[in-house]
C-alpha cells in the first residue's frame, strides 16, 4: 500500500521560515519523480517545486529562490524548505510522487499570519 505522509506545516509569522517533510512507504522512492503541490481556498491547486529522481529541480516562479526542494532516497523522505513566508503562501500543501502512475499525501496546512 502506498502512502505519502507529509508534516512540519503549522502557522508561522511573515519572514518566517518551515521544513515540510513527506515521508513515502509502499513505492520505489529513488524511481520517482516527486513534487509538491498547493491549493488555498477557492483555488486550483497549484505546482510549487519539482524534484526528478536524478536530483534536477524546478519551481515556481513566486517561490524561486525561496524555497528549496530536497529528497533522501536513503530515507524516503522528500522536504521542502520555506523560507522568507509570505501571507500568500498559505495554503494546504501536498506531496506527489509519479512514476507509472501519480500518488497524493493528504496534505499539511501552512499558514502564514501575524
Known amino acids: 500500500q502506498v502512502q505519502l505522509v507529509e508534516s512540519g506545516g503549522g502557522l508561522v509569522q511573515p519572514g518566517g521560515s518551515l521544513r515540510l517533510s513527506c515521508a513515502a512507504s509502499?513505492?520505489?522512492?529513488?524511481?520517482?519523480?516527486m513534487g509538491w503541490y498547493r491549493q488555498a481556498p477557492g483555488q486550483q491547486r497549484e505546482l510549487v517545486a519539482v524534484?526528478?529522481?536524478?536530483?534536477?529541480?524546478n519551481y515556481a516562479d513566486s517561490v524561486k529562490g525561496r524555497f528549496t526542494i530536497s529528497r533522501d532516497n536513503a530515507k524516503n523522505t522528500m522536504y521542502l524548505q520555506m523560507n522568507s513566508l509570505k501571507p500568500e503562501d498559505t495554503a494546504v500543501y501536498y506531496c506527489?510522487?509519479?512514476?507509472?502512475?501519480?500518488?497524493w499525501g493528504q496534505g499539511t496546512q501552512v499558514t502564514v499570519s501575524s
Open positions: 506527489q510522487a509519479t512514476f507509472a502512475k501519480a500518488y
Open positions: 509502499g513505492i520505489s522512492f529513488s524511481l520517482y519523480n
Open positions: 524534484i526528478t529522481r536524478g536530483g534536477s529541480t
